[in-house]
């Protein structure tokens, strides 16, 4: 059984609208394959699944193994496309308040704000605390990593000493050149490569994304084979049965009807990181020549509270996407009550998750109905390997 799936019934969309751009998807396909052997378009990610260096890989899942075995907190420095697929898996698949359990390590992201409030917070968490620090950049001069590293660098060697705290830091960067490449020849610190061939907003399932996701505990390999599940997935040139293209196209048509915005919605509060990931993998692919969507996001019910009454009856430029995690992975019944003042005992024995999912179907219907139209897309229950299967799935709608 698929663990994705896409629903277009409240999408203004008819399938045969859809299914009308079968040529020119076979074509882009078509493109995009020949094309994925030139570094210079950047598509290495598109057989990175299957054709990932398991070399490197293995060293990965060595390294996140002595992290945790010495470090109370991985320090993770990278900004952009360098920390948040990593960040946007860890949230997803760790509990809420992970940092107030006695969990090891704790993932902590820095160098992307130059907040000196942040960065003095984190200096006074690592107080008393085991540490090492992940610092990925493809240069090594981006400012925010840049300063970060030099902050984080310095506590290290002032706690450890200069040789020990070699061991602690792990360099993940350019295989031949750069100023980070530079210093991690002439330092000995363990290095993981960027591959020229995948850019930053895409490497979520290099050593960029996999070394931080490995180090907080969850299993790397079955995120490789969720993602790996969809590369066969997603290959298939028929747009009949191509979901991932499917959603590209229906955007796209979107878009030619003065849908301007696209706001991604989840209502789950762990999928907040995913949102902001994949704002910038669209935000960065199609924000060009005076074109493109305006990718935003919301986490609803909350933010029904706050930006409900325009969704509803503001301009009608937003469509959303909607994931729907159909399983939770907990739950919790819903009791009754004898005073009942605030007349809810009519949920009495129902389960919080049926009534997170009647609100999600309730909005998805009224702002359907209100001219904004809604895809949604079905997602069994939020584990590694389907959320390997998503970012694939978007990657690749991406790139179409």
Request: charged share 30%; aromatic share 10%.
């Amino acid at each position: 059984m698929a663990n994705i799936k896409l629903d277009f019934k409240e999408s203004k969309l008819m399938s045969e609208e859809i299914l009308e751009h079968s040529g020119v998807v076979e074509e882009i396909n078509e493109e995009l394959h020949e094309e994925k052997d030139d570094e210079n378009e950047f598509l290495g990610w598109l057989e990175l699944p299957t054709k990932y260096n398991k070399k490197e890989f293995n060293r990965i899942k060595k390294a996140a193994k002595k992290i945790a075995k010495e470090s109370d907190i991985l320090i993770v420095i990278g900004i952009g496309g360098s920390y948040l697929g990593a960040r946007a898996v860890i949230e997803a698949l760790h509990s809420s308040f992970s940092q107030m359990k006695d969990e090891k390590p704790h993932i902590i992201f820095v160098g992307n704000n130059l907040s000196p409030d942040y960065v003095n917070d984190v200096i006074e968490v690592l107080q008393g605390k085991d540490f090492s620090i992940n610092v990925i950049s493809k240069s090594g001069t981006t400012t925010e990593p840049a300063i970060a590293f030099r902050i984080f660098r310095e506590i290290l060697e002032g706690k450890y000493g200069i040789k020990e705290a070699r061991k602690r830091i792990y360099v993940t960067t350019d295989k031949k050149k750069g100023a980070l490449k530079q210093l991690a020849d002439s330092e000995g610190y363990e290095q993981f490569v960027i591959p020229d061939d995948v850019g930053g907003r895409y490497s979520v399932l290099t050593a960029v994304g996999l070394l931080p996701i490995a180090a907080s505990g969850l299993n790397i390999d079955k995120l490789m084979e969720g993602a790996r599940i969809a590369e066969d997935r997603y290959a298939d040139t028929s747009l009949e049965y191509n979901q991932c293209y499917q959603y590209a196209v229906a955007r796209n048509l979107l878009y030619e009807r003065d849908k301007s915005v696209e706001m991604l919605v989840s209502y789950n509060p762990r999928m907040h990181y995913f949102i902001e990931w994949w704002k910038q993998l669209f935000g960065e692919s199609e924000g060009k020549d005076g074109k493109g969507l305006f990718p935003a996001g919301a986490e609803f019910t909350t933010d029904l509270h706050s930006l409900g009454q325009y969704i509803q009856e503001g301009r009608k430029i937003l469509f959303e996407t909607v994931i729907d995690i159909e399983n939770s992975n907990t739950d919790i019944t819903i009791n009754m009550d004898e005073d009942n003042l605030d007349n809810l005992n009519y949920l009495y024995g129902k389960k919080l998750s049926y009534v997170n999912k009647m609100a999600m179907q309730g909005t998805i219907k009224a702002h359907s109905e209100g001219d904004v139209p809604n895809i949604v897309i079905h997602v069994n229950r939020l584990n590694e390997e389907t959320m390997g299967e998503l970012i694939y799935f978007f990657e690749k709608a991406c790139a179409m």
